[in-house]
């Protein structure tokens, strides 16, 4: 990871207030594209939010056992994600928290 934690999240942020606010004001020929953006940013964030959990249970170095899904809506991707969690010994024991990381996103 090149760029601090910190330091994403930020850009994270003013990427999905931009884009939230280009949608609002919703240029038709552009819209397509805006809402895929929005899609991709919160898989980002959900896939920021369960590293740095997931970090903080088990040191810096620990990498989450999946990948990033945006074709996918985010409920399915949450939905892969749990499983992959329940799948895999290893994880079982972050999935309780990864749950309610997931829960909070999926709204």
Not at 34 to 51: C, D, P, Q, T, V
Not at 75 to 83: H, I
Request: include cysteine; hydrophobic fraction near 35%; glycine fraction near 6%.
């Amino acid at each position: 990871q090149s760029v601090p934690r910190p330091r994403a999240f930020e850009v994270l942020a003013h990427l999905r207030a931009t884009c939230a606010s280009r949608q609002t004001r919703g240029l038709a020929d552009e819209g397509h594209e805006w809402e895929r953006l929005h899609s991709i940013l919160h898989h980002i964030r959900a896939l920021m939010l369960l590293s740095s959990a997931y970090r903080s249970m088990h040191g810096e170095q620990a990498q989450l056992p999946f990948s990033f899904g945006s074709r996918q809506a985010i409920e399915q991707s949450c939905l892969n994600w749990r499983q992959r969690l329940e799948a895999d010994p290893g994880t079982a024991t972050f999935l309780p928290l990864a749950e309610e990381i997931l829960r909070g996103e999926e709204t």
